[in-house]
């Protein structure tokens, strides 16, 4: 494990990702693919994929050549010979329990380091491979309404459930969209309004809004004032739940993927949440 770690902490530009898997992980065989194709489409922006193998020793190192040579896993491959969790474990990452897949992306240059346990996305790869690549602040988005309080306490509920959005807080009920795009969808339920602007086969759900600037096939510009937030469900504060979906899954959110927005020239626009524009 000395010699990957040694692998990625070179003083560079380069962006590093590990990849620890083996043969019989099912979700390590099913992400790897992405990972492969999206570091190629990457390849003119320095990154580098290495594949470290936790395969058993019979394994090494025949039937781990075979087996990438047969998926066509053209990058560096490694296997790892030692067995002690305890030990090789907090060398990547003191949150590593040791399960598989695992990935660790580091940019020594821009500071970048995120470790992750799981299965990942190929949008949410390429979304950490761009912060890397730029710095983690360059890639965040600007939160959807000014001065707000961003609610992402835990990202499993008590059913373990994933939590998709990030709730959103304010004495300023303005609305701002997060990214540019045509509006596809404007919709009311119950007592709120749901938005949705698509843009490079990204979906962005704007959830309990009271009232809406924009309608269906608008142009939106980033940072564009789309609506009024409706009052949460104690009547105390204008909120939104934001969300953004490939149309087939939804991207996991957190508080840490925003920037505080604060418009001084804006002050409270609240309204009733009963408005019955």
Not at 5 to 25: E, I, L, R
Not at 88 to 93: K, L, Q, T, W
């Amino acid at each position: 494990m000395r010699d990957v770690v040694k692998s990625y902490s070179g003083k560079n530009d380069t962006t590093y990702v590990v990849n620890f898997w083996a043969t019989f992980c099912k979700p390590c065989i099913e992400e790897i693919p992405d990972f492969l194709r999206i570091v190629e489409k990457y390849k003119s922006k320095k990154v580098k994929l290495l594949l470290v193998s936790l395969d058993l020793p019979a394994f090494y190192p025949a039937k781990i050549a075979t087996f990438a040579k047969k998926n066509n896993y053209n990058t560096h491959i490694a296997w790892l010979n030692e067995t002690d969790a305890d030990v090789f474990c907090p060398m990547v990452d003191a949150k590593w329990s040791g399960a598989i897949p695992a990935t660790i992306i580091v940019n020594n240059k821009t500071g970048y380091k995120k470790f992750t346990e799981d299965q990942i996305s190929a949008a949410d790869f390429e979304k950490y491979l761009n912060e890397a690549i730029s710095g983690s602040d360059m890639n965040k988005f600007i939160a959807p309404m000014n001065d707000a309080v961003a609610i992402y306490d835990n990202p499993e509920d008590t059913a373990h459930v994933k939590r998709e959005y990030v709730t959103f807080k304010s004495n300023d009920s303005s609305v701002y969209s997060i990214a540019g795009g045509r509006v596809s969808t404007v919709v009311k339920i119950d007592h709120m309004k749901v938005v949705i602007i698509e843009k490079d086969k990204l979906f962005y759900t704007y959830s309990n809004l009271g009232s809406t600037l924009i309608k269906k096939g608008d142009e939106v510009k980033p940072n564009q004032l789309i609506g009024y937030a409706a009052l949460d469900l104690d009547k105390l504060k204008p909120t939104v739940e934001l969300y953004i979906s490939t149309g087939e899954e939804y991207r996991v959110l957190t508080k840490d993927d925003f920037i505080k927005r604060s418009d001084k020239r804006l002050t409270d626009h609240s309204i009733d949440s009963n408005d019955p524009q």
